[in-house]
């Protein structure tokens, strides 16, 4: 079964800083991968998906991804936050059209220092 | 355009005591979904639908129950509730898998 791991819980940076957030699954294939935000009192909005061809792809709030084969992971990448950034990230692994199989990551929450 | 709607938003449930928890979706989305979400824990699918008349068990679904009567709705159903269960609920829909879900803005539910 795939697996998908956020190394850092929490993290903080400045506003106007640039982000790097981590993600790193387990899977044989290539998985379909996602990234959502989460704000406070509120549901996950999808910000990005991968499932094939370009490996650097574009979401919603200037937000991106790099989808790294050798080393498993699809980083979510900003070059520079703003305030309205700060919230909870989940990064998702699925493999297939059933939600079995669709695994979310424990999430890591963004800080923006003034 | 609604989305995925919820209700309730907040609850208080005495330990045994039952209830439902509504889910509507009018993006007309063959597969929905109920996820719990603990601190720490991300999300874990409890049951899933891929369309009217067909549910089936996630990773967590003892304790609940589902149904899927029209393409619009997917309740999900505590029989008997335990301090277990407190958590925040949330159901999403998608049209296929590539396409990432929508989600509603979740019910937290406390049980005591």
């Known amino acids: 079964a795939q697996s998908v791991t956020q190394p850092d819980i929490h993290i903080t940076v400045s506003e106007g800083a640039s982000l790097e957030l981590r993600c790193n699954y387990s899977?044989?294939?290539?998985?379909?991968l996602f990234w959502y935000v989460q704000s406070p009192g509120q549901g996950l909005q999808l910000l990005l998906k991968?499932?094939?061809?370009?490996?650097l792809v574009q979401g919603i709030k200037g937000f991106e991804a790099e989808f790294k084969r050798s080393q498993s992971s699809f980083n979510l990448r900003k070059p520079s936050v703003h305030w309205s950034d700060a919230a909870e990230y989940f990064c998702?692994?699925?493999?297939?059209?059933?939600?079995?199989?669709?695994?979310f990551g424990p999430g890591t929450r963004l800080s923006v220092l003034p | 355009n609604a989305g995925v709607t919820q209700t309730p938003k907040f609850r208080i449930l005495k330990i045994g005591q039952s209830m439902t928890l509504q889910c509507a979706q009018d993006?007309?989305?063959?597969?929905m979904y109920w996820y719990r979400q603990d601190p720490g824990m991300g999300l874990k699918l409890i049951y899933y639908?891929?369309?009217?008349?067909?549910?089936d068990k996630g990773e967590v679904p003892n304790g609940y129950n589902v149904s899927r009567s029209t393409t619009e709705d997917f309740p999900l159903r505590l029989e008997l509730a335990a301090p277990s269960q407190t958590s925040v609920y949330f159901c999403?829909?998608?049209?296929?898998?590539?396409?990432?879900?929508?989600f509603g803005s979740g019910t937290r539910l406390t049980v005591v």
């Open positions: 999403a829909s998608s049209y296929g898998q590539k396409d990432g879900y929508t």
């Open positions: 899977y044989g294939a290539t998985p379909y």
């Open positions: 991968y499932f094939s061809g370009d490996t």
């Open positions: 998702a692994v699925g493999k297939d059209n059933y939600g079995q199989n669709f695994v």
């Open positions: 993006m007309n989305h063959n597969y």
């Open positions: 639908s891929v369309g009217a008349g067909i549910t």
